[in-house]
Protein backbone atom coordinates (compact mmCIF):
# COMPACT_ATOMS: atom_id res chain seq x y z
CA UNK A 1 0.00 0.00 0.00
CA UNK A 2 1.09 3.42 -1.06
CA UNK A 3 1.64 6.42 1.40
CA UNK A 4 -1.13 8.17 -0.27
CA UNK A 5 -3.40 5.35 0.07
CA UNK A 6 -3.10 4.88 3.54
CA UNK A 7 -3.51 8.18 4.52
CA UNK A 8 -6.59 8.61 2.35
CA UNK A 9 -7.83 4.90 4.03
CA UNK A 10 -7.03 6.84 7.21
CA UNK A 11 -9.02 9.78 6.57
CA UNK A 12 -11.71 7.91 5.04
CA UNK A 13 -11.92 5.74 8.34
CA UNK A 14 -11.52 8.70 10.78
CA UNK A 15 -14.35 10.72 9.17
CA UNK A 16 -16.54 7.73 9.89
CA UNK A 17 -15.69 7.68 13.49
CA UNK A 18 -16.13 11.26 14.00
CA UNK A 19 -18.87 13.03 15.52
CA UNK A 20 -20.80 15.41 13.51
CA UNK A 21 -19.54 18.44 14.64
CA UNK A 22 -15.80 17.19 14.69
CA UNK A 23 -16.48 16.07 10.54
CA UNK A 24 -18.37 19.76 9.95
CA UNK A 25 -14.69 21.39 11.17
CA UNK A 26 -12.74 18.89 9.62
CA UNK A 27 -15.12 20.25 6.23
CA UNK A 28 -13.06 23.54 6.68
CA UNK A 29 -9.83 22.49 6.72
CA UNK A 30 -7.41 22.97 3.61
CA UNK A 31 -3.93 21.60 2.76
CA UNK A 32 -0.34 23.23 3.07
CA UNK A 33 0.69 24.80 0.48
CA UNK A 34 4.16 23.42 -1.52
CA UNK A 35 6.18 26.14 -0.69
CA UNK A 36 5.38 25.31 3.37
CA UNK A 37 5.99 21.49 2.62
CA UNK A 38 9.17 22.43 0.97
CA UNK A 39 10.25 24.02 4.16
CA UNK A 40 9.19 20.91 6.44
CA UNK A 41 11.45 18.89 4.07
CA UNK A 42 14.38 21.23 4.24
CA UNK A 43 14.58 20.90 8.01
CA UNK A 44 13.72 17.71 7.98
CA UNK A 45 14.68 15.74 5.09
CA UNK A 46 13.90 12.31 5.54
CA UNK A 47 10.43 13.41 6.69
CA UNK A 48 8.19 10.52 5.56
CA UNK A 49 6.25 10.72 2.55
CA UNK A 50 3.05 9.79 4.33
CA UNK A 51 3.56 12.95 6.72
CA UNK A 52 3.70 14.96 3.65
CA UNK A 53 0.83 14.00 2.35
CA UNK A 54 -1.16 14.31 5.13
CA UNK A 55 -0.24 17.72 5.51
CA UNK A 56 -1.27 18.41 1.75
CA UNK A 57 -4.24 17.27 2.66
CA UNK A 58 -4.98 18.42 6.44
CA UNK A 59 -2.70 21.74 7.09
CA UNK A 60 -3.33 21.10 10.95
CA UNK A 61 -6.20 20.34 13.40
CA UNK A 62 -4.56 21.93 16.59
CA UNK A 63 -6.39 25.33 17.41
CA UNK A 64 -5.56 25.99 13.48
CA UNK A 65 -6.91 29.37 11.77
CA UNK A 66 -9.10 28.49 8.16
CA UNK A 67 -9.84 31.50 7.11
CA UNK A 68 -13.32 32.57 9.52
CA UNK A 69 -13.04 28.87 11.05
CA UNK A 70 -10.98 28.11 14.01
CA UNK A 71 -10.68 24.37 13.81
CA UNK A 72 -9.80 22.21 17.11
CA UNK A 73 -10.29 18.36 16.32
CA UNK A 74 -8.63 15.52 17.89
CA UNK A 75 -8.03 13.09 15.27
CA UNK A 76 -5.27 10.66 16.00
CA UNK A 77 -4.03 8.68 19.01
CA UNK A 78 -0.89 6.60 20.62
CA UNK A 79 -0.63 3.70 23.14
CA UNK A 80 -2.35 5.82 26.23
CA UNK A 81 -5.66 5.91 24.78
CA UNK A 82 -6.97 8.60 27.42
CA UNK A 83 -5.18 11.25 25.82
CA UNK A 84 -6.10 12.02 21.85
CA UNK A 85 -4.50 14.28 20.10
CA UNK A 86 -4.28 16.63 17.36
CA UNK A 87 -2.72 16.90 14.24
CA UNK A 88 -0.02 20.13 14.04
CA UNK A 89 -0.11 22.42 11.21
CA UNK A 90 3.91 22.57 8.97
CA UNK A 91 4.24 25.91 10.91
CA UNK A 92 3.57 24.61 14.38
CA UNK A 93 6.07 21.80 13.39
CA UNK A 94 8.44 24.16 12.78
CA UNK A 95 7.90 26.42 15.57
CA UNK A 96 8.12 23.31 18.18
CA UNK A 97 10.46 24.29 21.20
CA UNK A 98 9.63 22.43 23.95
CA UNK A 99 12.62 20.02 23.96
CA UNK A 100 16.40 21.66 22.86
CA UNK A 101 18.08 19.04 24.62
CA UNK A 102 19.18 15.33 24.80
CA UNK A 103 17.39 13.19 27.42
CA UNK A 104 20.53 12.79 28.82
CA UNK A 105 21.07 16.25 29.30
CA UNK A 106 17.23 16.56 30.76
CA UNK A 107 16.96 13.70 32.86
CA UNK A 108 21.12 12.52 33.67
CA UNK A 109 20.65 13.06 36.97
CA UNK A 110 18.10 10.59 37.47
CA UNK A 111 18.42 8.01 35.10
CA UNK A 112 19.59 5.44 37.21
CA UNK A 113 16.48 5.85 39.00
CA UNK A 114 14.66 5.74 36.70
CA UNK A 115 15.22 2.86 34.04
CA UNK A 116 11.57 2.75 32.41
CA UNK A 117 12.32 6.47 31.31
CA UNK A 118 13.97 5.45 27.47
CA UNK A 119 12.42 2.69 25.97
CA UNK A 120 14.50 0.29 23.53
CA UNK A 121 15.42 1.66 20.28
CA UNK A 122 16.20 5.71 21.43
CA UNK A 123 19.39 7.32 21.47
CA UNK A 124 19.64 9.63 24.43
CA UNK A 125 22.36 11.82 23.52
CA UNK A 126 20.19 12.80 20.46
CA UNK A 127 18.96 16.66 20.80
CA UNK A 128 14.91 16.68 20.56
CA UNK A 129 14.81 19.16 18.86
CA UNK A 130 16.26 16.89 15.74
CA UNK A 131 12.68 14.76 15.86
CA UNK A 132 10.18 15.71 14.48
CA UNK A 133 7.02 16.45 16.60
CA UNK A 134 4.08 16.31 14.73
CA UNK A 135 0.91 16.27 17.37
CA UNK A 136 -0.10 17.23 21.36
CA UNK A 137 -2.25 15.73 22.68
CA UNK A 138 -5.81 16.62 24.18
CA UNK A 139 -4.29 18.44 27.07
CA UNK A 140 -2.02 20.84 24.96
CA UNK A 141 0.96 18.89 24.95
CA UNK A 142 1.61 19.62 28.38
CA UNK A 143 0.94 15.57 28.95
CA UNK A 144 2.01 13.75 25.90
CA UNK A 145 3.65 14.21 22.68
CA UNK A 146 4.02 12.29 19.52
CA UNK A 147 7.74 12.11 17.82
CA UNK A 148 9.48 10.92 14.63
CA UNK A 149 12.79 10.02 15.07
CA UNK A 150 15.42 9.86 12.33
CA UNK A 151 18.55 9.29 14.75
CA UNK A 152 17.43 6.14 16.52
CA UNK A 153 19.94 4.05 19.03
CA UNK A 154 20.55 0.45 18.50
CA UNK A 155 17.76 -1.93 17.61
CA UNK A 156 15.41 0.96 16.41
CA UNK A 157 14.34 2.10 13.32
CA UNK A 158 15.04 4.95 11.64
CA UNK A 159 11.79 7.32 11.27
CA UNK A 160 10.25 5.41 14.41
CA UNK A 161 7.51 6.91 15.61
CA UNK A 162 8.17 7.89 20.37
CA UNK A 163 5.50 8.50 22.59
CA UNK A 164 6.54 11.40 25.21
CA UNK A 165 4.18 10.50 28.79
CA UNK A 166 4.56 13.17 31.24
CA UNK A 167 4.34 12.67 35.45
CA UNK A 168 6.00 10.45 35.16
CA UNK A 169 8.01 10.90 31.95
CA UNK A 170 8.89 8.14 29.59
CA UNK A 171 9.92 7.77 25.76
CA UNK A 172 8.90 5.13 24.20
CA UNK A 173 8.88 4.04 20.54
CA UNK A 174 4.99 2.73 19.68
CA UNK A 175 5.59 2.09 16.12
CA UNK A 176 8.82 1.75 13.67
CA UNK A 177 7.30 4.21 10.89
CA UNK A 178 4.81 6.97 10.27
CA UNK A 179 2.93 4.24 7.74
CA UNK A 180 3.14 1.68 10.69
CA UNK A 181 1.52 4.32 12.90
CA UNK A 182 -1.51 5.27 11.20
CA UNK A 183 -2.08 1.60 10.38
CA UNK A 184 -2.08 0.83 13.65
CA UNK A 185 -4.73 3.13 14.74
CA UNK A 186 -6.68 2.16 11.62
CA UNK A 187 -6.12 -1.53 12.84
CA UNK A 188 -7.87 -0.09 16.61
CA UNK A 189 -10.63 1.18 14.82
CA UNK A 190 -9.84 4.68 16.26
CA UNK A 191 -10.30 3.25 19.60
CA UNK A 192 -8.72 7.20 20.59
CA UNK A 193 -12.08 8.22 19.54
CA UNK A 194 -14.82 8.54 22.50
CA UNK A 195 -18.18 7.64 21.63
CA UNK A 196 -20.44 10.41 22.24
CA UNK A 197 -22.78 7.66 24.33
CA UNK A 198 -19.76 7.13 26.51
CA UNK A 199 -19.34 11.12 27.43
CA UNK A 200 -22.84 11.30 28.25
CA UNK A 201 -22.61 8.41 30.60
CA UNK A 202 -19.28 9.52 32.14
CA UNK A 203 -21.62 13.42 32.80
Known sequence: MTAH??????LTGLEEHLTEEDQQQLAYT?????AALQ???????????SLLYLLSRINGTY????????????????????YPYYLKSVAQ????????????????????EMPELIGAGIDPDINI?????????????????????FN?????????????????????VI???????????MEQEYAFIIPEEDEEDEE
Open 39 to 49: QLQDRFPACPE
Open 63 to 82: WQQYGEHEVCVLMLGSDVYE
Open 129 to 149: REWLCFSDCMNNGGTSQLFID
Open 175 to 185: AGSFDEYLQQL
Open 93 to 112: ILEEKSFDRSINEVYGAYLE
Open 152 to 172: PGPGGTKGQVIRFLHDPDSFA
Open 5 to 10: NIVDQY
Open 30 to 34: SGAGA
